[in-house]
Nanobody, 119 residues
Framework: VQLQASGGGLVQAGGSLRLSCVAS???????????MGWSRQAPGKERELVAS???????DVADSVKGRFAITRDNAKNTVYLEMNGLKSEDAGTYYC???????????WGEGTLVTVSS
């Protein structure tokens, strides 16, 4: 399984960014269930789950970003998106795309993409 994240960058507080993650591998074949997600890690802090979405489209976001962030996916493109609006300084960090295979309990991680929020 390979996950390629992109879309990070420098944005002013209050601004928006859209992260994308293109996935490939055996867990993304037709009719296979999986859960894709976005986590973030700020310097000196633990990685935290920001949002997740199942292959069926059920999604969830962390309380800290509820109302500002949205996660979507395009199964035809094996791509998951994280739309981030109203960015705050505390949203800064490295964002990681993940994929979970419930059949094997394996979690896969992609390389992160850096989000910097200037005040």
């Amino acid at each position: 399984v390979q996950l390629q994240a992109s879309g990070g960058g420098l944005v002013q507080a209050g601004g928006s960014l859209r992260l994308s993650c293109v996935a490939s591998g055996s867990i993304f074949t037709v009719n296979k269930k999986n859960v894709m997600g976005w986590s973030r890690q700020a310097p000196g802090k633990e990685r935290e789950l920001v949002a997740s979405i199942t292959s069926g489209g059920s999604s969830d976001v962390a309380d800290s970003v509820k109302g500002r962030f949205a996660i979507t996916r395009d199964n035809a493109k094996n791509t998951v998106y994280l739309e981030m609006n109203g960015l705050k300084s505390e949203d800064a960090g490295t964002y990681y795309c993940s994929a979970y295979d419930p059949a094997t309990s394996m979690m896969y991680w992609g390389e992160g993409t850096l989000v910097t929020v200037s005040s």
